[in-house]
T-cell receptor, first 117, second 109 residues
């Protein structure tokens, strides 16, 4: 596609429910990144994928967070038993990154705004 | 630890010049990125510096001093549309981006 797309754009959920966020990277981009941004804060790295594998899961805040990527394209970030502190904008980015490590520019999607009541 | 410091907010006048500073401490260094983020939108790439010196790109320029752990973004001929947050991010030895909290730039007519 023309750019990184994410869905849903907004998600309101009740505490304790599970949510699934989707990211569709730029076609041909092999690297995919998930970040979290709380209001007025910088970006917090969560996880990245090179192809379908995730070499670094150290940024995931807890075991309630998981992510997968299939077919080297679409990725889903799942948050189980959501808590109010999970409320944030979840941003996905992709880069060409034919091989890692890479300094290739990351292109961001519009984000999913998650609100946990 | 790793850290990126930049001012929280700056105000400038339309048509003027503004310099947004960023100091970084990363475990290893693989370059310094600047991104622009309009309110409610995703960050968009502005510049990447990995060598010392000034990189000029139209009205925007970015400078890096590796010995000082310092970078700045220079915006000339400010326009109202430049009102946004500017994010500084350093890339560490693992090629991970360490992000600053962003500098909110307010442009006044």
């Amino acid at each position: 596609g023309a750019g990184v797309s994410q869905s849903p754009s907004n998600k309101v959920t009740e505490k304790g429910k599970d949510v699934e966020l989707r990211c569709d990277p730029i076609s041909g981009h092999t690297a995919l990144y998930w970040y979290r941004q709380s209001l007025g804060q910088g970006l917090e790295f969560l996880i990245y994928f090179q192809g379908n594998s995730a070499p670094d899961k150290s940024g995931l805040p807890s075991d309630r967070f998981s992510a997968e990527r299939t077919g080297g394209s679409v990725s889903t970030l799942t948050i189980q038993r959501t808590q109010q502190e999970d409320s944030a904008v979840y941003l996905c980015a992709s880069s060409l990154a034919v091989s890692l490590p890479s300094t290739d520019t990351q292109y961001f999607g519009p984000g999913t705004r998650l609100t946990v009541l | 630890g790793q850290n990126i410091d930049q001012p929280t907010e700056m105000t400038a006048t339309e048509g003027a010049i503004v310099q947004i500073n960023c100091t970084y401490q990363t475990s290893g260094f693989n370059g310094l990125f600047w991104y622009q983020q309009h309110a409610g939108e995703a960050p968009t790439f502005l510049s990447y510096n990995v060598l010392d010196g000034l990189e000029e790109k139209g009205r925007f320029s970015s400078f890096l001093s590796r010995s000082k752990g310092y970078s700045y973004l220079l915006l000339k001929e400010l326009q109202m549309k430049d009102s946004a947050s500017y994010l500084c991010a350093g890339m560490d030895s693992n090629y991970q981006l360490i992000w600053g909290a962003g500098t909110k730039l307010i442009i006044k007519p």
